[in-house]
């Protein structure tokens, strides 16, 4: 075994005896699927398939290049401004993965601060992995999950130029939403710039599926949202005023040197912008079937946590206990997976239901069957 091998079989073993080795399997397709971001089930959906076929055939497999080369389309350029639109903003770049674009779109953004006076950067406890990538090597002061009067107490505190809130609208392990006016307020109130992360609630929560920023027009300088989840293609979107948009067009990494998204995830995002909107009916039933599954969970002694969205969580403890409970579902014919930490803080190892229109009635009852035979937590 080579020295880098061994030094990787090392620290492999230590993260199995910790039960937080990870591996990649397969997912059965024979279970009923409740850990997908699939909110709307339009990954599946006819005119997104038909769609991205489509712009596939019209525009390529690939883009061929980054978008500052030839990799910008008209075609790209009108989906950009629907997706403004959708979202009420001036403008909208689209990347190919939410991670990449939260990753550099935060550190072009902090580069706007005088020299002679750095970024300072608020960042709520529970933020995703890819919005703590876009602040890495920035001091970041990090607030209580959710805890506006704990934001308003750190603002007093530390002055400076240019302060960013960094949030989610609804976050992505507990289900719960951020008060995104009263944040939204609070950033003005302090002449903060609020940076909000709507990647599970584009789609699937707001007015028209328009998010939770929608709840505040013109409040939330930056907000960005992810195409792969309740959108059902891939990819990710920034939006914001022209300014900000030329600014990333100019400054921002992952933006200029990456090969622009496939064809085939735009035509699937131009098929979605066309369904969204008019999919209330599927937003109320998701919304009903999370509301009975918290109940059926809590009737069992689990924790959901604060979540009121699609996302429940069932706090388990212990790495090896949310294991066995994965296993409990599996054996009962659903896939809700483990969440374990460092993805979710420690002590907190939980199965993460994620719920989607794309269930039948018959296939909810089964979850929620499965889930009345979890062993008892109380
Ligand atoms: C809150 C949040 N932001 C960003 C991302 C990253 O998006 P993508 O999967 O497109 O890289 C995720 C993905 O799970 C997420 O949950």
Not at 115 to 127: G, I
Not at 329 to 344: E, F, K, N, S, Y
């Amino acid at each position: 075994m080579t020295n880098l091998d061994s030094r990787i079989a090392q620290h492999l073993d230590s993260l199995a005896a910790a039960h937080r080795r990870r591996h990649l399997r397969a997912a059965d397709p024979g279970l009923i699927d409740v850990s997908s971001n699939d909110y709307l089930g339009l990954s599946r959906h006819p005119l997104v398939i038909e769609r991205a076929d489509a712009w596939m055939r019209a525009h390529g497999a690939g883009s061929r290049a980054s978008r500052l080369v030839t990799g910008t389309t008209q075609a790209l350029l009108d989906l950009e401004a629907r997706l403004a639109a959708f979202k009420g903003t001036e403008a909208a770049l689209i990347f190919a993965t939410g991670y990449q674009l939260n990753s550099s779109v935060l550190p072009a953004l902090f580069e706007l601060a005088p020299d002679s006076d750095k970024p300072v950067v608020f960042t709520d406890r529970l933020n995703h992995a890819s919005l703590h990538a876009g602040c890495r090597g920035i001091h970041q002061i990090r607030y209580r999950h959710n805890d506006l009067a704990h934001l308003e107490s750190l603002l007093a505190l530390n002055p400076g130029e240019m302060r960013f809130i960094v949030a989610e609208s609804v976050f992505s392990m507990d289900g719960n939403r951020a008060d995104v006016p009263a944040l939204a307020a609070l950033a003005e109130r302090h002449h903060a710039i609020l940076y909000l992360d709507e990647a599970h609630a584009t789609g699937i929560l707001g007015p028209g599926g328009r998010g939770l920023a929608a709840l505040a027009p013109g409040q939330v300088p930056v907000v960005m949202g992810t195409l792969g989840k309740a959108l059902g293609g891939a990819g990710a979107y920034v939006a914001g005023s022209k300014l900000l948009i030329d600014w990333l067009v100019n400054r921002c990494d992952g933006f200029i040197y990456s090969t622009a998204p496939a064809p085939a995830a735009l035509g699937a995002l131009d098929a979605a912008l066309d369904l969204v909107p008019a999919m209330d009916a599927e937003r109320s039933r998701v919304a009903a079937m999370a509301e009975q599954l918290r109940t059926t969970l809590q009737a069992r002694g689990y924790a959901t946590l604060e979540s009121t969205t699609q996302i429940v969580p069932a706090v388990v403890g212990t790495e090896a206990a949310a294991l066995a409970a994965a296993q409990h579902m599996a054996a009962a014919g659903v896939l809700a997976i483990a969440i374990r930490p460092p993805t979710v803080p420690d002590g907190t190892a939980r199965l993460r239901f994620s719920l989607s229109s794309a269930l039948s009635e018959a296939q909810f009852g089964q979850v929620l069957a499965a889930a009345a035979t979890l062993p008892r937590r109380d």
